[in-house]
Antibody
Framework: QVQLQESGPGLVKPSETLSLTCTVSGGSISSYYWNWIRQPPGKGLEWIGYIYSIGSYNSGNTNYNPSLRSRVTMSVDTSKNQFSLKMRSVTAADTAVYYC???????????WGQGTPVTVSS | QSGLTQPASVSGSPGQSITISCTGTSNDVGIYNLVSWYQQHPGKAPKVIIYEVGKRPSGASDRFSGSKSGNTASLTISGLQAEDESDYHCCSYTRSGTWVFGGGTRVTVL
């Protein structure tokens, strides 16, 4: 049973870069779609983007939510079985619980991390 | 991309059936049978209960069922139980190769 765990700072200043990492255990990070999804307080879920890990290379195909594309970058580290999110120029609107999740065969998000809260405030 | 449209809240009495709608467009719900539904209890991560419109993953209750007509997908909960009180989110794959969620529906068991 694959398990995912998010990690990163819980507080980020406005205009700075939010950086989160998701560690995958119990399975390989290769050949799956790995996603970031967030949930602002009291609101619904918002898909941020995915990275598809190709073999043992630290590269992969990515696709991002059009509304966030200009500020988001995802990367993967196969040696550590981790993937990461960087979101630049954050504002208070980026305050949310951030989840990492696995997408199986483009059909569903079958495994989720527990979520990590991030607050954007000075 | 705009989010999918769900009712903010739905309620029902124990034993009843309720249906939650999820309306998208011909660029997402209407074009692919890749609609999934997620149950989320307070403070917890979402959990998939329906995928590919009407399929249930292993372990999901058979009281959950899904369907789709045109640009609208639906989740039906039969034999409503207290444990079903939760938030429910629909999600669809889109023509652009991205995913889009609905705003979520709070289900209350009266």
């Amino acid at each position: 049973q694959v398990q995912l765990q998010e990690s990163g700072p819980g507080l980020v200043k406005p205009s700075e870069t939010l950086s989160l990492t998701c560690t995958v255990s119990g399975g390989s990070i290769s050949s799956y779609y790995w996603n970031w999804i967030r949930q602002p307080p009291g609101k619904g879920l918002e898909w941020i983007g995915y990275i598809y890990s190709i073999g043992s290379y630290n590269s992969g195909n990515t696709n991002y939510n059009p509304s966030l594309r200009s500020r988001v970058t995802m990367s993967v580290d196969t040696s550590k079985n981790q993937f990461s999110l960087k979101m630049r120029s954050v504002t208070a609107a980026d305050t949310a619980v951030y989840y990492c999740a696995r997408d199986v065969d483009r059909k569903r998000f079958d495994s989720w991390g527990q979520g990590t809260p991030v607050t954007v405030s000075s | 991309q705009s989010g999918l449209t769900q009712p903010a809240s739905v309620s029902g009495s124990p034993g009843q059936s309720i249906t939650i709608s999820c309306t998208g467009t011909s660029n997402d719900v209407g074009i692919y049978n890749l609609v999934s539904w997620y149950q989320q209890h307070p403070g917890k991560a979402p959990k998939v209960i329906i995928y590919e419109v009407g399929k249930r993953p292993s372990g999901a209750s058979d009281r959950f069922s899904g369907s789709k007509s045109g640009n609208t997908a639906s989740l039906t909960i039969s034999g409503l139980q207290a444990e079903d009180e939760s938030d429910y989110h629909c999600c669809s794959y889109t023509r652009s190769g991205t995913w889009v969620f609905g705003g979520g529906t709070r289900v209350t068991v009266l």
